[in-house]
């Protein structure tokens, strides 16, 4: 019995949500982790390894972030939303280049690893570099998932899961909202 109002607690609250689910975040959002530094791989336009490099963690206030970040990257990266299937800006995108963190500019995906999985969201059989991407536990909404986070800012970028193709059979399943594509330099 007790379950099943979780459930329709949850489903209200869902209903309520256009185009998102939200899991509250603390009165200050910063980058998730320990220590002021961290080990993060940089890339040329063309996604070239240039070196790694330990640089300084990125640390915001909730205010700072929205100042910099549109109401539905808000949600996504520092509130850890999800946007809507097929309406991102990246999901049914090819171009060449490079996916940023929309945070911190942090290269996150190349786009030899993107493939179209139908699901409606961009997704990647592999990140550009170990060091980038962090995977966390993600036990919310009833589900078992893992959770994939900016290294460097700690933001919320979407979901990997066992399903992908080869070679990895990983699919990173990201939001459009929490990256920023550039395109491929000379």
């Known amino acids: 019995?007790?379950?099943?109002?979780?459930?329709?607690?949850?489903?209200?609250?869902?209903?309520?949500?256009?185009?998102?689910?939200?899991?509250?975040?603390?009165?200050?959002s910063i980058a998730?982790?320990?220590?002021?530094?961290?080990?993060?791989?940089?890339?040329d336009s063309s996604g070239k390894l240039i070196r790694v490099a330990e640089v300084e963690r990125v640390e915001k206030t909730i205010a700072e972030w929205q100042k910099q970040l549109t109401?539905?990257?808000?949600?996504v990266t520092r509130r850890e939303g999800t946007?809507?299937?097929?309406?991102?800006?990246?999901?049914?995108?090819?171009?060449?280049?490079?996916?940023?963190?929309?945070?911190?500019?942090?290269?996150?995906?190349?786009?030899?690893?993107?493939?179209e999985s139908g699901t409606g969201w961009p997704s990647f059989w592999a990140s550009i570099g170990k060091e980038n991407v962090k995977e966390a536990p993600d036990n919310s909404l009833g589900m078992q998932r893992t959770e994939v986070e900016c290294a460097r800012c700690g933001a919320h970028g979407g979901h990997v899961f066992p399903d992908g193709p080869r070679p990895t059979g990983l699919r990173y399943c990201m939001n459009s909202a929490a990256l920023d594509f550039v395109p491929q330099g000379p």
Do not use: N
Request: hydrophobic content about 35%; overall charge positive; charged content about 25%.
């Open 32 to 43: 998730k982790g320990k220590g002021k530094t961290v080990r993060i791989a940089e890339f």
């Open 83 to 115: 946007e809507r299937a097929f309406t991102g800006k990246y999901h049914d995108h090819h171009g060449a280049g490079l996916y940023r963190c929309i945070c911190c500019r942090t290269a996150l995906f190349h786009s030899r690893t993107k493939f």
């Open 71 to 75: 109401p539905l990257q808000f949600q």
């Open 1 to 28: 019995m007790r379950q099943r109002r979780l459930w329709t607690r949850r489903r209200a609250i869902l209903m309520l949500l256009p185009g998102a689910l939200f899991r509250p975040a603390s009165a200050q």
